[in-house]
């Protein structure tokens, strides 16, 4: 039999499909920052074509993951981007389609090669979510620890609760910022802003247009930004039962394709990526729709985002 040691490397190898089977090569150190669209589609329902919500910084071989919709572990391996590389998580808020794999990227993250400290940042109640989610789990993460040689996971999460505007956290690689945004009912609901040595990224999470958002992006290089499509949302909710409620929801609190483009240029940003899709599934739009709907609203350089997509 295999001792524990060596039993646990093969294990690490063929955890998630098989990924380190796949020989994917670990994020390579550089000065280079890199932004990864793990997830573009808008909304809690399952998409055919797009993965829910979820980025990925990478600075000088660290991951920053913002936000954990369903699936970003697998995006994460698809992106190939080793688990031990997360060094830091952040949720923008709690909404499921962006929180849902919170816990299930941190433990399935364990049990592929993560044995090092992680820090979450999130609106309250992170702290409460995170111990009730090993606590849920934690008949599988004993076993583990018993059964394959693991060290414990519950010292390896360090919840931190954000409740304002400000320095989120500061490390050698990075500036983390955070601004309240407007995502009626979820209160609080945040946009964080990553500074690094040769790149500024803003990702918006879910907001209506927000004033402190502008302030947060000011002269950003990249703003990923949530997108609406409003000539499109009678189509999205006529299956919808609660389609009045639901139509209600999404004016009050999301951002239309012309305000975007307005929000990108009050901002000064340099490229605007379009994100987080609304409809991000049915109707299906072609990216020239999404172009041509922000186009007469921002001059500068705009990408339509999709999942995997390196900017």
Request: glycine fraction near 8%; charged fraction near 20%.
């Amino acid at each position: 039999m295999l001792s524990n040691p060596r039993r646990r490397q093969l294990l690490a190898g063929l955890a998630l499909g098989g990924v380190g089977l796949l020989g994917l090569a670990p994020c390579a150190a550089a000065a280079k920052t890199r932004l990864i669209l793990l997830g573009t589609g808008g909304g809690p329902t399952p998409k055919k074509n797009r993965s829910a919500p979820a980025q990925v910084i990478l600075v000088d071989g660290q991951a920053y993951v913002i936000d954990c919709g369903n699936g970003v572990g697998r995006q994460l391996a698809a992106a190939q981007v080793r688990f031990s590389a997360i060094s830091n998580v952040f949720i923008t808020h709690h909404h499921s389609d962006h929180n849902a794999d919170y816990g299930n990227l941190l433990l399935l993250a364990w049990e592929t090669d993560l044995a090092h400290r992680v820090d979450t940042w999130g609106p309250p109640p992170l702290t409460k979510m995170t111990e009730l989610f090993l606590q849920l789990n934690d008949y599988d993460i004993q076993t583990r620890i018993v059964d394959e040689g693991r060290v414990p996971l519950a010292p390896l999460i360090v919840p931190h609760e954000i409740t304002a505007s400000g320095v989120v956290m500061e490390d050698a690689r990075v500036k983390v910022s955070a601004a309240l945004v407007h995502h009626p009912p979820v209160v609080p609901a945040f946009a964080y802003r990553f500074d690094t040595a040769d790149r500024s990224i803003v990702i918006s999470g879910d907001t209506s247009p927000s004033e402190s958002l502008v302030a947060l992006a000011k002269d950003a290089d990249v703003l990923v930004h949530e997108v609406m499509h409003l000539p499109s949302l009678e189509k999205l909710i006529a299956a919808e039962p609660n389609a009045v409620r639901l139509k209600e929801h999404l004016l009050a609190a999301h951002t239309s394709c012309e305000d975007v483009g307005r929000i990108a240029t009050a901002a000064g940003v340099k490229t605007l990526v379009l994100s987080h899709f609304v409809p991000g599934g049915y109707p299906f739009l072609e990216d020239s729709v999404w172009l041509e709907a922000v186009r007469p609203y921002f001059s500068g350089e705009v990408i339509v985002g999709r999942d995997l997509l390196e900017i």
